[in-house]
């Protein structure tokens, strides 16, 4: 089992930008693929982003596209999300996902998760 714990939410302005942090421990984390997902409030949760071992391959949500980056250092056992022009629909809490192979964008493929962090982007 892998323990996963997110930083660097907050309240930022439309068309700014930050940048979440995931720290994993627990197992080896570069054989994990990791995952952002988001939950907006009365929405399901979504997929956002996931990076496979050694950085080989990055997918992302569509509405995110063109606006945000996940990277990881293995060496710091983090993957970051960077979030850049952001609009008041990224509001929601967003939470890390690890699992040992890439399954697909379902919740249901990813095994472990942390207890999320808020984003909120308004004026």
């Known amino acids: 089992q892998v323990q996963l714990v997110e930083s660097g939410g907050g309240l930022v302005q439309p068309g700014g930008s930050l940048r979440l942090s995931c720290a994993a421990s627990?197992?080896?984390?570069?054989?994990?693929?990791m995952g952002w997902f988001r939950q907006a409030p009365g929405k399901e949760r979504e997929f956002v982003a996931a990076?496979?071992?050694?950085?080989?391959?990055?997918y992302y949500a569509d509405s995110v596209k063109g606006r945000f980056t996940i990277s990881r250092d293995n060496a710091k056992n983090t993957v970051y999300l960077q979030m850049n022009s952001l609009k008041p629909e990224d509001t929601a809490v967003y939470y890390c996902?690890?699992?040992?192979?890439?399954?697909?964008?379902?919740?249901?493929?990813?095994?472990?998760w942390g207890q999320g962090t808020q984003v909120t982007v308004s004026s």
């Open positions: 996902a690890a699992n040992s192979v890439y399954l697909g964008t379902m919740e249901r493929h990813w095994r472990s």
């Open positions: 990076i496979r071992r050694g950085s080989s391959s990055t």
């Open positions: 627990g197992r080896t984390f570069y054989d994990m693929v």
